[in-house]
């Protein structure tokens, strides 16, 4: 294994945030836009569909912010409750489904864990937890560590497998520090989630059909399907209100189960090239944005800020925008230092209490 230093691990941090910046400004123009759509306006995507203009704004990024605020105001040793709070001092536009539904909760009183469970959010387990899990890979490049961050932040707006998802990401990027093996941090990551659930068996089917298939194409189709059948498990033991949510045409797209899966496919299939994971995932549809954000940060965090291509990174010009009350353009290399910051003291303090410092050389 490599030794993970302050130059070496910057520059990760670097690359994972690029990573997912690149992968938000190249899925944005396709969320939500159907598969045959998609398929039909851009059937071989090599590089962003639209001109990366610098002046758009994402929610998906807002969260993982709030979420690094709330490590720099409240120290290492978060609690769900703390980031809760951030949310409400930071938060006031542009939250939707789950974060929606929290954020009124919050405002009410009802203050995490309660704010994501389900019988207090219909929308527990969509995508929400599983797009702002960069954040906790980072600083953590100790999965245990990683894994225990995403459960306390995902737990603000979701439970059961919308938490799940966070923890997945966050565990495969921490891992890709140290492993540029697609197919081995997969196997790992899934270790951090429970067999039974639902999300492993998306995650497993994933990679049952690479096994099985040389067309990713075909492989979606094939997991298309099998969202469809657990999309009628669900509707099984769902409420009156839970059913007319998973029966809504639009809102389906953001379940975190069939975007796990496209995530899945686009690394499986990427084999860790940059260029080509990022735009599997965006010619799969669904929630692209929050797709392509998730495999860029994971590839990115892989490869590190030098080794992203130009023609990815260069547009960019270093910025991004965001929604919140204390930060709204920001340059991503110092993003990444104010990360890198906490980082290194949850690296010196947590990763050091599950003994995992031998990789490390601050």
């Known amino acids: 294994m490599n030794v993970l230093d302050r130059k070496e691990y910057y520059d990760r941090v670097y690359g994972s945030w690029l990573g997912r910046c690149i992968g938000s400004a190249l899925g944005a123009p396709l969320e939500f836009r159907p598969y045959w ?35 720099e105001r409240h120290g290492i040793d978060l609690t769900s409750e703390m980031i809760g709070k951030e949310w409400l001092n930071e938060l006031y536009t542009m939250m939707y489904t789950a974060e929606k539904v929290a954020y009124k909760n919050m405002k009410k009183g009802i203050m995490p864990p309660l704010s994501g469970k389900k019988e207090n959010n219909v929308y527990f387990d ?51 520090f140290f492993n540029s093996n697609v197919n081995e941090i997969v196997e790992q990551a899934l270790k951090y989630v429970p067999a039974e659930s639902k999300y492993a068996q998306m995650i497993e089917c994933a990679v049952g059909l690479h096994s099985k298939h040389d067309d990713w194409r075909m492989a979606l189709k094939d997991l298309k399907k099998f969202w469809k059948k657990m ?24 379940h975190v189960l069939p975007n796990a899966g496209i995530i899945a496919l686009s690394l499986l299939y990427g084999g860790g090239d940059f260029q080509k994971s990022i735009c599997i995932a965006a ?13 860029g940060a994971i590839l990115g965090t892989q490869l590190g800020a030098m080794k992203i291509p130009a023609r990815w990174k260069d547009p960019l010009k270093d910025s991004f925008k965001t929604k919140t009350r ?10 990444a230092r104010r990360v890198c910051r906490i980082g290194e003291q949850v690296i010196e303090k947590k990763c050091k209490e599950v003994q995992l410092t031998g990789n490390y050389k601050f």
């Open 283 to 295: 010619m799969s549809a669904m929630d692209t944005d929050c797709n392509c954000g998730n495999v």
């Open 37 to 71: 759509f998609v398929k039909w306006r851009h059937p071989e995507i090599t590089h962003y569909v639209k001109p990366v203009s610098g002046t758009v704004y994402n929610d998906d990024e807002m969260y993982e912010i709030v979420g690094l605020l709330a490590l």
């Open 231 to 254: 999309k009628k498990e669900l509707l099984n033991v769902a409420s009156f209100k839970r059913k007319l949510v998973l029966k809504t045409p639009f809102l389906r797209l953001v």
């Open 126 to 176: 969509f995508i929400g937890a599983q797009m702002k899990a960069d954040l906790w890979g980072q600083i953590a490049p100790c999965p245990e560590v990683a894994a225990k961050y995403a459960r306390i932040d995902g737990e603000v707006a979701h439970s059961g497998d919308g938490i799940l998802g966070e923890v997945f990401i966050a565990v495969l990027i921490s891992l890709s």
């Open 326 to 335: 204390s930060v709204e353009n920001v340059k991503i290399s110092e993003l």
